[in-house]
């Protein structure tokens, strides 16, 4: 058995898979659940200070804030895709620098999405209300949800660039006489 290749190593895969998911949907429910909070809390203003055809428009950070749980999802379903069990009386073939670079790209993309989530949920509870007020105000709030959204996007395109990684052959490699002999 290889030394790179032990068998607890799609241990970190899986770990990294499940992290993507949970932090990805952890920023896009908290975007969206203070985004529609700004959002329910038009219902309050006054009648005649609120342009009814904004109040959908307001909706944005809500819908931004979704695709932080689908950035998510997206690097686990790679992750997991790439992950294949070992069959009776053969190798593994999954080393453990696959498996920190899974681990990796995981934390990358759930971590960046729960950032990206929080920038959008803060901003979206006054933008929001605040854009019902003053409509020459959407525009620029779009810009600001769309900056927070951004940060999730770099975290997925950072996160696919490491879940590619692979070290092709490692798993060939044994000890012998204390020394590690790679057949490739």
Not at 47 to 58: D, F, I, P, Y
Not at 165 to 174: H, L, M, T
Request: charged residues 10%; neutral net charge; proline residues 4%.
């Amino acid at each position: 058995m290889s030394p790179y290749c032990p068998e607890y190593a799609p241990f970190f895969g899986f770990l990294g898979a499940a992290l993507a998911l949970v932090f990805g949907n952890m920023g896009a429910a908290y975007g969206t659940w203070k985004s529609a909070l700004g959002l329910a809390t038009i219902a309050k203003l006054p009648r005649h200070k609120v342009q009814t055809e904004l109040v959908m428009k307001a909706i944005m950070p809500v819908i931004l804030s979704g695709v932080c749980g689908i950035f998510g999802l997206i690097i686990a379903v790679i992750i997991s895709s790439g992950m294949a069990a070992p069959s009776e009386g053969t190798k593994t073939t999954y080393s453990l620098y696959t498996g920190y670079a899974h681990l990796g790209a995981g934390l990358t993309v759930g971590l960046s999405n729960l950032a990206s989530g929080l920038a959008i949920g803060m901003c979206g509870l006054c933008g929001v209300q605040d854009s019902a007020r003053q409509p020459k105000l959407y525009i620029g709030m779009v810009l600001i949800w769309s900056f927070g959204s951004a940060l999730g996007l770099y975290g997925l395109i950072v996160a696919l660039i490491i879940a590619v990684k692979s070290a092709d052959g490692i798993c060939d490699c044994i000890v012998v006489d204390g020394a590690i002999q790679c057949e490739y």
